[in-house]
Structures are given as C-alpha cells and as structure tokens.
C-alpha cells in the first residue's frame, strides 16, 4: 500500500468515501441482524407466557372439578350414613355443630366500620 503522505488529496477523499459507506452497511446489516433477533426473542417470550395463562387457566379448571368432587362425595356419604346408620349420622352431625359453635365463639370478633 502506498504511503499515506504521497496520495493525492482526491484519492483520500474517494478512500474514506468508500470506508465510510462500507462502515454504514455493516452497521445496518447488523442492526437489521440484532433488530431480527430481538423480534424472535420478543415472540419467544409471548409464547411462553401464552402458555403460562393456559396452564393457569387448565389449573384453575382442575382444582374447581376436583372442590366440586370433593364436596358432593361429603354429601353423597353424609346421605348414605344415614341411611344406613341413622344414630352414627346424628353423631357426626352433633360433633360438626358443636365444633363449629366452638370455632364461632373463640374466633375474634369482627368489627363493622
């Protein structure tokens, strides 16, 4: 390569032309290149989250099915007990009164603002 020195000042000129434009499309070559990669990660993170509320959703579905089982199992055996055994159903449900009569008079009070 020549010397810096004995090059014309229009040779300097169109060289810092050229390294400038070929600076510049690099630069938007790898802004579209980051600005495609955030774009991807942007839809990643969209996907995961999409999926995080239907699994809150599937969750939430489940659990209510499962309290909804659970209580009228309760039901369904608190019948059948006394139908087959009347005075063990009077007992249990004597048992589940006094407890929650307990349970109203120790627990604080409320206050009505």
């Excluded at 139908?83 to 008079?105: D, E, K, T």
């Amino acid at each position: 390569m020549r010397n810096v020195r004995t090059m014309q000042p229009s040779m300097i000129r169109m060289l810092t032309r050229a390294i400038r434009k070929a600076a510049v499309r690099c630069c938007r070559s790898s802004a579209r290149r980051m600005e495609r990669l955030a774009q991807m990660l942007d839809d990643l993170d969209d996907l995961v989250s999409m999926v995080g509320l239907a699994g809150e959703r599937i969750r939430n579905a489940i659990l209510s099915l499962m309290l909804t089982c659970t209580a009228l199992a309760g039901q369904i055996g608190g019948v059948l007990l006394a139908l087959i055994h009347p005075p063990l159903a009077l007992a249990m449900a004597l048992l589940l009164f006094v407890s929650l009569l307990y349970r109203l008079v120790t627990s604080p009070r409320l206050e009505i603002a």
